[in-house]
Nanobody
C-alpha cells in the first residue's frame, strides 16, 4: 500500500488559519477515496472530510463551512485548509486513503494541531 505522510501541523491562535498537506510514497490517488480525520485527547477518532472520485466532498458538521479539503493530482497531495480555528479543533490530524476493493482504510502517522493563545 502507498504510505501516507501528513505535514503542516503546529501551534495556531484561535481564529487563525492553517493548511495541512498529505502526500505519499506512491500515487495517493490510487485509493478510491481520500480524506482527513482527527483524534483529540480522550476522544474517539472523528472523520472530517472525504473526497470521492465524483460528487461532492463530505464534511463533518463540526467543520463544515470552516474546513476545506482539496487535492492536487500533479503534486500528489491532498490538503486540508482550516479556517476560524477553535481550541476544540486541537487534535492529531490524519489523512487516509480508502480501498473499496477490500474495504480498508489506510492512514499516516498524523500531524499535531494545537489551537491556543
Amino acid at each position: 500500500q502507498v504510505q501516507l505522510v501528513e505535514s503542516g501541523g503546529g501551534l495556531v491562535q484561535p481564529g487563525g488559519i492553517l493548511t495541512l498537506s498529505c502526500t505519499g510514497t506512491g500515487s495517493i490517488f490510487t485509493y478510491n477515496a481520500v480524506g482527513w480525520y482527527r483524534q483529540a485527547p480522550g476522544k474517539e477518532r472523528e472523520l472530517l472530510a472525504t473526497i470521492f472520485e465524483t460528487g461532492p466532498t463530505h464534511y463533518a458538521d463540526a467543520v463544515k463551512g470552516r474546513f476545506t479539503a482539496y487535492s492536487d493530482i500533479e503534486m500528489n497531495t491532498v490538503y486540508l485548509t482550516m479556517n476560524s480555528l477553535k481550541p476544540e479543533d486541537t487534535a492529531v490530524y490524519y489523512c487516509y486513503g480508502r480501498d473499496f476493493s477490500d474495504g480498508s482504510d489506510y492512514w499516516g502517522r498524523g500531524t499535531q494541531v494545537t489551537v491556543s493563545s
